[in-house]
């Protein structure tokens, strides 16, 4: 009886072995996914919060620093406390999106006939774009897949023109 039970311990050793390596691919594949869906969550509320700046403030130094201070008033345009660029990376900080991965434009609605090129009248669509390129952390996914290129885009319409 004690010869089966040493059998039956060292097949269970066996099927363990052979199952470990899978079950720790998947658990490593599940943290990968949920990883990249709060990379595009968190991308997709960078854009929002930047497009939710550019349509009341559309000042935008071309040096940093680009501050993101909502309660403070931009007094002077050469140095805002807040700007939209400011603010899109602020909210996407966590994923290490910076300056270079935002762009914004202006656009006329459709079925009007706005102009917006510069000066942006009111009623017209500022578009924030943002992009970040997401690395999986699991070895096999990253051979397999590589890097994942993520945008994300947010529109809405101008409210008023600042300054």
């Known amino acids: ?8 311990r060292g097949q ?3 099927e363990f072995a052979l199952v470990f390596p899978i079950i720790v691919l998947l658990v490593f594949g599940f943290i990968d996914v949920g990883r990249a869906v709060f990379s595009y969550n968190t991308l997709t509320n960078s854009a929002r919060q930047a497009v939710r700046v550019a349509i009341v403030n559309q000042v935008d130094p071309s040096t940093a620093p680009w ?5 403070k008033p931009v007094e002077d345009p050469a140095n805002p406390g807040w700007t939209w660029r400011g603010c899109g990376v602020a ?5 290490g999106v ?12 459709p079925g009007t006939t706005l102009t ?13 774009t943002a992009v970040h390129q997401f690395r999986p952390i699991t070895p ?3 051979i397999l897949i590589g890097t994942l290129p993520m945008s994300a ?9 600042f300054p």
Do not use: H, K, W
């Open 1 to 8: 009886m004690s010869g089966r039970r040493r059998r039956d």
């Open 12 to 14: 269970a050793l066996v």
């Open 67 to 71: 501050g993101c201070q909502a309660n």
């Open 91 to 95: 909210a996407g900080a966590s994923i």
């Open 98 to 109: 910076v300056n270079a991965d935002l762009s914004i434009s202006y656009s006329t609605p």
């Open 116 to 128: 917006c090129a510069a000066p942006v009248n009111v009623g017209c669509l500022a578009r924030v």
């Open 140 to 142: 096999i996914a990253n």
């Open 153 to 161: 885009t947010s529109e809405m319409p101008v409210e008023r023109i």
